[in-house]
């Protein structure tokens, strides 16, 4: 790793980490802070597959002492990892600001929530437990144990550079398990110190393995290709839907049981006793932390026809008084920029569609530039990408209701009570997050037996989520698989049951079971008279 001056800090030049060592080998590519593009924050390698393969061989000689480590051991680990990572909370919080263009509020929250996960099961080392179970059989025992599943494929997107890794990272490597790991390209600077912190904290060499570079035709591609070839036992994947798909067509023709965090079109449902000031506030974050750059999101904003018209005026004026900006130099904003130019060029062309679809566009004029001024920016817009927040007045089956847009941007919709709050909530592709906001508590009721959602919250936003707490969607927005909290133990770990003869002979169940018959009945009626 080497350092140099840069414009907000220093821009450092660092290589894959493969079994403890820093690799410098492949295309250097380059990371730009997405608020001022002319801030270097990292030059970086691009892994080829062999690379990627020699990290999973490497990962796979690791596992055979890693998994022996006693789970107590393991976890201690991750209680030194809690205080490195409190201790580096300032300067990490710091570089998610500079290098994905969060603020601070958010990226030390981000950073928090990876303290709260390592907290959390650094204590499970102690609670990794199996069960005793009654054999049918005298003089036999039945046991069963988790085991870890072996070396772990893992990919991550870039919005979420410290929580999202953390919530695979932690769990995978508690339970016993060794892992590959590409994080995503908007973040590579905080995936490398992130991973020196685990070296730090005391994770053996091997266990946990770096490699840098893209997704398609890159790095992310040759990482799944190798499932075919048996180097991983496990793959874990966020990020959009359509790779998502492709990853489980890969995992599937090689039984892998993989973890797909997906896209979102989360609903937020206001009812006609909703308290408004809470609504719109709750509305106007699920909407835009983040610039809208999280699955879970608010995509369509449904709103019951007796307040439809009271709310929109309220929820536009609010969104007309967000503030964005550079965050490093500005750190009061809503918002900051684009986090990659991908993200910005579908969100500016969904101005297109919405328009194309009949859409009625409320607020937003695209781009922020100078020519194109937002009148509550902060700094330069022309240094990175930024878009104005932008409400539509849409409708049920347009591509802007269907589609995950991912940008400052989101949809109102008019309903006409809970059932067809709960209907047209339901009506999109994906089930991530959602959301309802009343005071009624049946119909808070309906919409939480309803909706087909992984996460729900009443009078709360469609954003945020705890770090005990499953996380994860259906249909489009995943496979079923849960991360966070102990349900996702059960994604990195299988099932083994064990039986202990005492007996000295061959027992068989079933066969040699000692059943107890029942006697001739007692006809009851005829002896009670009755």
Not at 346 to 359: F, I, N, S, T
Request: proline share 6%; net charge negative; aromatic share 10%.
């Amino acid at each position: 790793m080497k350092a140099f001056p840069g414009k907000y800090g220093n821009t450092l030049e660092f290589g894959h980490l493969v079994g403890g060592e820093e690799v410098l080998e492949g295309p250097v590519w380059e990371r730009r802070n997405p608020s001022d593009r002319e801030d270097v924050v990292a030059r970086f390698p691009e892994a080829s597959k062999e690379r990627v393969r020699q990290a999973a061989l490497v990962a796979r000689e690791a596992f055979a002492e890693w998994s022996r480590t006693p789970a107590p051991v393991r976890g201690q680990v991750l209680f030194n990892l809690v205080k490195i990572l409190e201790r580096e909370k300032p300067t990490l919080t710091r570089l998610m600001v500079r290098e994905v263009g969060k603020t601070p509020k958010e990226a030390a929250g981000d950073v928090q929530e990876a303290i709260d996960t390592a907290l959390f099961f650094a204590s499970e080392g102690r609670r990794l437990y199996g069960q005793t179970v009654p054999s049918e059989m005298r003089d036999k025992e039945l046991f069963t144990f988790r085991r870890p599943l072996g070396v772990v494929g893992v990919i991550t997107a870039g919005n979420f550079p410290i929580a999202v890794p953390s919530w695979k990272l932690i769990p995978a490597v508690l339970t016993g398990n060794t892992i590959v790991w590409k994080p995503s390209e908007d973040a590579p600077t905080l995936a490398f110190v992130f991973a020196k912190l685990f070296e730090e904290a005391g994770l053996p060499p091997g266990v946990l393995n770096v490699v840098f570079g893209g997704g398609k035709g890159s790095t992310g591609e040759w990482m799944v290709e190798l499932m075919d070839e048996g180097l991983f036992q496990k793959f874990a994947f966020t990020g959009s839907t359509q790779v998502g798909r492709w990853i489980g067509e890969v995992a599937g023709r090689n039984l892998l049981r993989p973890t797909l965090e997906l896209g979102g079109k989360n609903p937020l449902v206001v009812m006609r006793d909703a308290d408004l000031d809470l609504a719109v506030e709750g509305a106007w974050w699920s909407a835009f932390a983040t610039g809208g750059q999280r699955c879970t999101s608010a995509g369509n904003i449904l709103v019951d026809a007796p307040i439809y018209e009271e709310f929109k005026k309220r929820f536009l004026e609010r969104v007309e008084a967000t503030r964005v900006g550079n965050p490093l130099l500005h750190p009061e904003v809503t918002y900051g920029p684009f986090i990659n130019e991908r993200f910005f060029t579908r969100w500016q062309e969904h101005y297109r569609v919405g328009e194309a679809e009949g859409a009625k566009l409320l607020f937003g004029r695209g781009r922020i530039t100078r020519e194109n001024p937002y009148p509550h920016f902060l700094g330069d817009p022309e240094a990175g990408l930024y878009g104005w927040p932008t409400v539509w007045e849409a409708a049920p089956g347009m591509r802007l209701f269907q589609e995950e847009i991912f940008g400052p941007t989101v949809n109102l919709v008019k309903v006409d009570g809970i059932e067809e709050a709960i209907a047209v909530a339901n009506s999109t592709p994906y089930g991530l997050s959602s959301a309802i906001y009343t005071n009624h508590r049946h119909w808070a009721y309906l919409f939480k037996v309803g909706i087909r959602a992984g996460m729900t919250s009443v009078n709360n936003a469609t954003v945020g989520a705890e770090a005990h707490l499953p996380f994860g969607g259906v249909k489009a927005s995943g496979n079923g698989g849960r991360e966070s909290g102990i349900w996702v133990i059960e994604e990195y770990t299988y099932w083994q049951a064990v039986n202990e003869e005492y007996s000295g002979r061959l027992q068989l169940a079933q066969m040699d079971t000692a059943y107890v018959a029942p006697k001739a009945p007692t006809p009851w009626g005829e002896v009670l008279g009755l």
